[in-house]
T-cell receptor, first 117, second 110 residues
Framework: DAGVIQSPRHEVTEMGQEVTLRCKPISGHNSLFWYRQTMMRGLELLIYFNNNVPIDDSGMPEDRFSAKMPNASFSTLKIQPSEPRDSAVYFC???????????????FGPGTRLTVT | QKEVEQDPGPLSVPEGAIVSLNCTYSNSAFQYFMWYRQYSRKGPELLMYTYSSGNKEDGRFTAQVDKSSKYISLFIRDSQPSDSATYLCATYSSASKIIFGSGTRLSIRP
C-alpha cells in the first residue's frame, strides 16, 4: 500500500519566491493535515481538511500561507512570498474519520524539507 | 505554558537498558494519549495509544498515564539500537487535532 506521498522531498529557494508543497493522501482517507516541524517549535498543526473542506486553519502563521484541497487525492500548501524563517520540515498526514469514532489515527508522509535562503 | 511539555534530551543509554521517557500536560480534560516514534528524516508513526489512566503494554513497550499528576510515560525494556529515534508524546485537543510534545531524541549505544 502506498502511504502518504509528498513532493518535493527537498526544496531550496530564495527569499521572496513562491513555494508550493504537494501531498497525496492515502486512498480512501477523508481527513488531511498539514504540519510544520522545527527545532524551536516542534511539530505544529497548520491546517486540516475534512472531505476536502478546510475545518481549522488557526495554525497557519500568516497570510503568506495558503492551503487547498481541490479533490480527495491532492492538496497543496503554498507560501508566497517565502522568508528564511519558513525554513522547516513540512509534513502532510491523512486519516479516515468514521462517524461515531472518537479519535482517528493519522498517517504521516515523509515530509518536505524546505530551506529559504 | 505549553499544553504538552517534553524534555528534548538527547538521551543516550547502552543496549539492553530500560528507557523511561516522560511528558507532562496541562489540561485535565485530555483523555487520549499517544506516543509517536520518528526516525531521522522520516515522518512520525504511531507507536502506542492509551485512554485515560493506567498502563498499556505492547511487547517491549509500556505506556503509562497518571491523570492525577498529568504525567505520561513510555518505558522501553531491553532497548535495541533500532529503538534509536525521536519519541513524541501527544494528545488530542479535539477529535481531529493532535498536540505534540517537542520530542525526546533517544540513542541506544551497541
Amino acid at each position: 500500500d502506498a502511504g502518504v506521498i509528498q513532493s518535493p522531498r527537498h526544496e531550496v529557494t530564495e527569499m521572496g519566491q513562491e513555494v508550493t508543497l504537494r501531498c497525496k493522501p492515502i486512498s480512501g482517507h477523508n481527513s488531511l493535515f498539514w504540519y510544520r516541524q522545527t527545532m524551536m517549535r516542534g511539530l505544529e498543526l497548520l491546517i486540516y481538511f475534512n472531505n476536502n473542506v478546510p475545518i481549522d486553519d488557526s495554525g497557519m502563521p500568516e497570510d503568506r500561507f495558503s492551503a487547498k484541497m481541490p479533490n480527495a487525492s491532492f492538496s497543496t500548501l503554498k507560501i508566497q512570498p517565502s522568508e528564511p524563517r519558513d525554513s522547516a520540515v513540512y509534513f502532510c498526514a491523512s486519516s479516515l474519520r468514521i462517524r461515531g469514532a472518537t479519535t482517528y489515527e493519522q498517517y504521516f508522509g515523509p515530509g518536505t524539507r524546505l530551506t529559504v535562503t | 505554558q505549553k499544553e504538552v511539555e517534553q524534555d528534548p534530551g538527547p538521551l543516550s543509554v547502552p543496549e539492553g537498558a530500560i528507557v523511561s521517557l516522560n511528558c507532562t500536560y496541562s489540561n485535565s480534560a485530555f483523555q487520549y494519549f499517544m506516543w509517536y516514534r520518528q526516525y531521522s528524516r522520516k515522518g512520525p508513526e504511531l507507536l502506542m495509544y492509551t485512554y485515560s489512566s493506567g498502563n498499556k503494554e505492547d511487547g517491549r513497550f509500556t505506556a503509562q498515564v497518571d491523570k492525577s499528576s498529568k504525567y505520561i510515560s513510555l518505558f522501553i525494556r531491553d532497548s535495541q539500537p533500532s529503538d534509536s529515534a525521536t519519541y513524541l508524546c501527544a494528545t488530542y485537543s479535539s477529535a481531529s487535532k493532535i498536540i505534540f510534545g517537542s520530542g525526546t531524541r533517544l540513542s541506544i549505544r551497541p
